[in-house]
Structure formats: C-alpha cells, structure tokens
C-alpha cells in the first residue's frame, strides 16, 4: 500500500491550500483516514479526521478553518486549509486504516511521505 501526498508550499497568512493524498495497492476497503502535523520541535498532533461513512472530527485549533473530506471511489483523503496562520506552518502527513481483505479482522494503518506547508506573516 502506498499514500501519496501532495498539495503542500508556500502560502500567506490568510491563504488556502488544499491537500491531497491518494491511497493504492492491496486495498480492500478503507475505514478512517486523516492528516496529522508535525512542527519543528514539536510532536505529531491530529488535525483531521473522516470515517468511511463521512463523520468528521478537528483538532479545535483548525475548526471552522479545515475541511476533511474523503472520495472513496478514489481511495483519496482531501483537506481544505483556510484562513491559514503561520502556526499552521509543519509538514502534513496522511494516514489511513487499511483493510487487505474482506476477512480481515482489522485494519492496518499506514502513513504518506508527508508534504509541507509553511505559512508566512
């Protein structure tokens, strides 16, 4: 299985963005998928989150401003950055919980390479 990220860059404060990241290889279905960021000095947090069935969640400091959503024909995750800070500058990992087979008992998570954003004032 392969996540493949892409969408991230330069922005400024004020500015949208929107990721991208497309899952493929050995997929049966796919349950939750999501984009975590890690800034310098700082540890992995989740940003966002979408079940299969499309319930969302959002880290409070990106609500109102993010949107997560997923096509599922497409095995792909999208999150709409807007109104962006310079806070949000890290780079942007996708992640998904990934069923091989339909007699799995459960998924399997796996990450994408990352894609950086860097918001400037």
């Known amino acids: 299985v392969q996540l493949q990220a892409s969408g991230g860059g330069l922005v400024q404060a004020g500015g949208s ?3 991208s990241c497309a899952a493929s290889g050995g997929i049966y279905t796919i349950n939750s998928m999501g984009w975590y960021r890690q800034a310098p000095g ?3 947090e989740l ?25 599922n024909a ?5 999150l709409e950055m807007n109104s962006l800070k310079p806070e949000d500058t890290a780079d942007y990992y996708c992640n998904a919980e ?15 390479q990352g894609t950086q954003v860097t918001v400037s004032s």
Not at 47 to 68: E, L, M, N, P
Not at 98 to 112: L, R, T
């Open 74 to 78: 497409k095995n792909t995750v999208y």
């Open 17 to 19: 963005l929107r990721l």
């Open 42 to 44: 700082k540890e992995r």
């Open 47 to 71: 940003v966002a989150a979408i079940t299969s069935g499309g319930s969302t969640d959002y880290a409070d400091s990106v609500k109102g401003r993010f949107t997560i959503s997923r096509d």
């Open 98 to 112: 990934i069923y091989h087979d339909y007699d799995d008992h459960a998924p399997e998570g796996y990450w994408g």
